[in-house]
């Protein structure tokens, strides 16, 4: 998280100064609690090309110091959108995750992430450049930065966020209520009790159908 937040202080202060970036993290959980994620990072083509600079050029050089830092991870370049509205950058895969907490407890998955610090740390970076800008004003000029995370089983419930079956994916730059963290509760469907009920209803029935045709034979 927080090479990602000081990479989105970065393209923040970029941001004060022309153009709008995206940033976003992608994590799975699987049923036995492991997380893994990725995340994306696009800048406005016309900011890669500030300073008269090729935006090949410049994508390539900026893949390969990010890959120098993290030599574990891998780095696809992506873009989208076209003219004024092209974005490019990179996804990287194989993130650090390990200040994701991770809880499981028989059925029940829990993740929780701390957003408030990642918040100020966005703004305070963007202070330490010389500048200033709020969440909200970052948001109105187009910037975007969020977390989405795609649990085992339906979410059961979210503190915050937009919550899609199994997906919660998270605005850091909303207000979310004020709140400090996110916590996701994920609960596995007993299958066991559902068998045990279905094979009950099926005994039923069959009882029901023996009974009748025995009714019927008599007549």
Same mark, same amino acid.
């Given at each position: 998280?927080? %090479?990602?937040?000081? *990479?989105?202080? *970065?393209?923040?202060?970029? $941001? *004060?100064?022309? /153009?709008?970036? @995206?940033?976003?993290?992608? $994590?799975? #959980?699987? %049923?036995?609690?492991?997380? =893994?994620?990725?995340?994306?990072?696009? $800048?406005? &083509? +016309? !900011?890669?090309?500030?300073?008269?600079?090729?935006?090949? =050029?410049?994508?390539? +050089?900026?893949?390969?110091?990010?890959?120098?830092?993290?030599?574990?991870?891998?780095?696809?370049?992506?873009?989208?959108?076209?003219?004024?509205?092209?974005?490019?950058?990179?996804?990287?895969? &194989?993130?650090?995750?390990?200040?994701?907490?991770? =809880?499981?407890?028989?059925?029940?998955?829990?993740?929780?992430?701390?957003?408030?610090?990642?918040?100020?740390?966005?703004?305070?970076?963007?202070?330490?450049?010389?500048?200033?800008?709020?969440?909200?004003?970052?948001?109105?000029?187009?910037?975007?930065?969020?977390? =989405?995370?795609? !649990?085992?089983? @339906?979410?059961?419930?979210?503190?915050?966020?937009? #919550?899609?079956?199994?997906? #919660?994916?998270?605005?850091?730059?909303?207000?979310?209520?004020?709140?400090?963290?996110?916590? #996701?509760?994920? %609960?596995?469907?007993?299958?066991?009790?559902? $068998?045990?009920?279905?094979?009950?209803?099926?005994?039923?029935?069959?009882?029901?159908?023996?009974?009748?045709? +025995? %009714? /019927?034979?008599?007549?």
């Amino acid at each position: 998280m927080k %090479k990602f937040i000081r *990479l989105i202080a *970065l393209c923040c202060f970029a $941001l *004060l100064l022309s /153009g709008c970036f @995206k940033s976003r993290i992608s $994590l799975t #959980v699987s %049923k036995d609690g492991v997380i =893994t994620g990725t995340s994306e990072t696009l $800048l406005q &083509n +016309s !900011m890669l090309e500030m300073g008269g600079t090729d935006s090949d =050029t410049a994508l390539n +050089s900026w893949i390969a110091q990010e890959q120098e830092k993290y030599p574990d991870s891998e780095f696809t370049p992506i873009e989208e959108g076209e003219g004024d509205q092209l974005y490019r950058g990179y996804r990287m895969t &194989n993130i650090d995750t390990s200040e994701y907490k991770v =809880t499981k407890e028989k059925n029940t998955i829990t993740v929780t992430i701390q957003i408030d610090s990642a918040q100020s740390d966005v703004t305070d970076s963007i202070a330490e450049m010389g500048q200033s800008a709020t969440l909200e004003q970052l948001k109105q000029s187009g910037a975007e930065a969020k977390i =989405t995370i795609t !649990m085992p089983q @339906k979410i059961e419930s979210a503190n915050i966020g937009t #919550v899609d079956g199994r997906t #919660v994916t998270v605005d850091l730059f909303a207000d979310n209520g004020g709140a400090k963290e996110l916590v #996701v509760v994920s %609960k596995a469907t007993n299958s066991l009790g559902i $068998l045990i009920y279905a094979g009950i209803g099926i005994a039923v029935l069959a009882a029901i159908f023996l009974i009748l045709r +025995s %009714k /019927g034979n008599k007549a």
